[in-house]
């Protein structure tokens, strides 16, 4: 176990804007920096703070759900600065890091290394052990750095450079798939790189009682006699996404309905405020982005969640699957490829391919449709423990603290 009370910064690397009025992000729990300082801190005996860019010139702390939340002021860089890095710069933000890490000797912990606030970070600190956290990210290739595009080359090639600076670290870093495992070994970093996800908090996601789903379809009317198919394909600063499937969406609701003689719901979120309305018109349930709250209301209503994952998708298992396992849905989906025991998946739902031609679409449609004509074949508190093994907050903590003890 680690010594008692033992700091740990958790720090992501941009602002989040808040969901409610006059309410921080976190207080909706937004952001794996606060949910991974929030876990730590229940689950591991650690102490966490939980940091972030705050999206203006003013610093912000509040206490919420015994968390510590810093966020720190955010200046926007000049034209001229932007075609090297990102617009949305903390210096504040790696020099408090480096405060507490040299006071309390704390344990840095950075979301997502490929970013401009990351890269300050790893810089003040690359004497220091550390843990980075991947968040799927892809690593920056040479020939995007030859295209006939200033602004692109300059970036990229700012990116490369950038990407030395992994080999360098000290500690250990946790990656969502087993591609980027593989590439940072090749790179030769000193850390040592562990395939360990993100996770999701198993206490308090449980596969609702039969009582419990009739009364949410009523609330949010969906029909009792239903089968409900659920997605998420919202992607950080998009509004209308390929990597997850979205331009697909319209034709498997109609081809879904073409093959099945079922009643059959199609839900939709995470889509930009014009695709609500387009895909609406077309008879899909559709939402923007939710309160996490209420999307997990929507899963428990439903019957099975499906991602429809392009192969750009570089994202791992991702966190949307993790909560419909740990509800007890069955996944049909291209990501559970990498799920660590394959020879289990068919308990979990399917596997696919991922989608990028005819075929693809087209294994697709037939996996999701098995799915559909099978559901009661599917053991909710099965698919949920064999999830908890991988996916839980506990299981995180136990690679935590066996990574933390090495440090």
Same mark, same amino acid.
């Given at each position: 176990m680690p010594r008692p009370m033992r700091y740990v910064v958790s720090v992501l690397h941009h602002s989040i804007p808040s969901i409610r009025p006059g309410a921080l992000a976190e207080e909706d729990d937004v952001g794996w920096h606060f949910r991974a300082a929030k876990a730590l801190t229940r689950y591991g005996g650690f102490k966490a703070v939980a940091m972030r860019p705050s999206g203006s010139e003013d610093y912000l702390t509040k206490i919420i759900e015994d968390v510590p939340v810093v966020l720190t002021p955010t200046i926007n860089l000049s034209p001229s600065r932007r075609l090297l890095k990102w617009s949305e710069y903390s210096p504040a933000l790696a020099q408090l890091t480096e405060y507490l890490v040299k006071r309390h000797e704390a344990v840095p912990y950075i979301h997502e290394y490929r970013a401009l606030n990351s890269e300050l970070i790893i810089r003040r600190l690359i004497n220091y052990p550390m843990i980075l956290q991947h968040h799927g990210s892809r690593p920056p290739m040479l020939r995007n750095a030859l295209r006939p595009d200033l602004i692109s080359d300059v970036k990229e090639l700012s990116k490369i450079r950038r990407e030395t600076l992994l080999k360098r670290v000290k500690g250990a870093i946790f990656v969502i798939n087993r591609v980027e495992k593989e590439y940072l070994e090749s790179l030769g970093v000193d850390a040592e790189v562990m395939v360990r996800t993100m996770a999701v908090d198993f206490n308090e996601l449980k596969p609702p009682s039969m009582e419990e789903k009739r009364k949410l379809r009523i609330k949010y009317g969906i029909p009792e006699d239903a089968v409900v198919l659920t997605t998420y394909t919202g992607v950080f600063g998009e509004e209308f996404s390929t !990597? +997850?499937? =979205?331009?697909? /969406? $319209?034709?498997?609701? +109609?081809?879904?309905?073409? @093959? !099945?003689? /079922?009643? !059959?719901?199609?839900? @939709? =979120? *995470?889509? *930009?405020? $014009?695709w609500v309305k387009a895909f609406r018109e077309l008879g899909i349930v559709a939402y923007g982005f939710l309160p996490h709250k209420t999307f997990i209301e929507l899963l428990k209503a439903s019957d099975a969640y499906f991602l429809m994952a392009t192969p750009g998708y570089y994202g791992g298992i991702g966190v949307a699957v993790m909560e419909a396992l740990a509800l007890g849905k069955p996944v049909v989906s291209p990501t559970l490829t990498d799920y660590p025991e394959l020879r289990e998946v068919k308990y979990l739902g399917a596997v696919t391919e991922y989608v990028s031609n005819e075929d693809d679409y087209y294994e697709f449609l037939k996996a999701l449709t098995y799915i559909v004509e099978n559901i009661n074949n599917y053991k909710s508190e099965l698919i949920r423990s064999l999830a908890y093994r991988h996916y839980s907050w506990e299981s995180f903590i136990k690679n935590f603290i066996q990574v933390i003890n090495k440090l």
């Open positions: !990597l +997850k499937g =979205t331009h697909l /969406i $319209a034709r498997l609701w +109609k081809d879904l309905r073409r @093959v !099945l003689n /079922i009643r !059959l719901m199609l839900m @939709v =979120t *995470g889509l *930009g405020e $014009a």
